[in-house]
């Protein structure tokens, strides 16, 4: 089963992204595992920290080494995605030439209550994601507009046209880690 590094990129609790992860982690029995990163201690991107890297900095370059696959669910703050998660990308692309997200399959994803769904957010986010050198899957986007009732009180999908969306989206990411994924054993081949 294909393990993936997830980057919420909302830090509060009671985050409606955070729900949409785990409604989908629920969902994906297994087809997926989720190994949520802890960003809440990660500090913003400072050159001089490598003298003595931040455990919450290694931390996050570990986990993307450990897994097959990230997944970004970002919240779309003023019309982009929140600078936790342009920390995180740059924290990982260094040290030079230890470029954590190179050739990792990824995929964003994200929620509002808004009617778009995070798009704007979503496809800024989505550039860098892709500049960093990910192998970022563009299809099918997932432009969730939360709305409580989609969801039961331990937060599993109980609308059925959303299950059914979020099923296949499941289905492609995993197949996405499939085909595009370079892992430890194909590359001793
Ligand atoms: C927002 N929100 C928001 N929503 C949206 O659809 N487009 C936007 O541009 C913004 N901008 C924005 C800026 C800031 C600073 C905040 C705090 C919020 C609303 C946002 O979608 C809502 O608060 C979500 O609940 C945030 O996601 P989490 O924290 O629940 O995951």
């Known amino acids: 089963m294909a393990k ?3 980057l919420v990129g909302s830090l509060r609790q009671d985050s409606i992204n955070r729900k949409l992860a ?7 029995g297994d087809r997926l595992e989720f190994d949520y990163v802890d960003l809440s201690q990660l500090p913003h991107y400072n050159e001089e920290l490598w003298a003595d890297a931040p455990r919450s900095v290694l931390d996050l370059k570990q986990k993307i080494d450990d897994t097959d ?7 779309e703050f003023n019309r982009s995605y ?24 990824a995929a964003v994803i994200g929620t509002s ?14 550039t860098i994601v892709s500049a960093v050198g990910t192998a970022l899957m563009a299809q099918p986007e997932v432009y969730f507009q939360f709305k409580p009732e989609l969801f039961d ?9 959303t299950e059914t ?9 995993a197949e996405w880690i499939n085909r595009t994924g370079v892992r430890p ?3 001793e081949v």
């Open 82 to 105: 929140p600078g936790i998660l342009k920390d995180a990308i740059d924290w990982a692309t260094r040290p030079w030439g230890d470029n954590s997200w190179l050739n990792k399959p």
């Open 69 to 75: 696959g990230v997944l970004f669910v970002t919240p």
């Open 165 to 173: 969306f979020l099923n296949g989206w499941i289905d492609r990411f």
């Open 153 to 161: 009180d331990t937060g599993a999908v109980v609308n059925p046209d």
């Open 22 to 28: 785990q409604a989908i982690d629920t969902l994906a």
């Open 185 to 187: 054993e194909k590359l």
């Open 113 to 126: 209550p808004g009617a778009i769904g995070a798009a704007v957010g979503q496809r800024e986010l989505k």
């Open 4 to 6: 993936i590094a997830v």
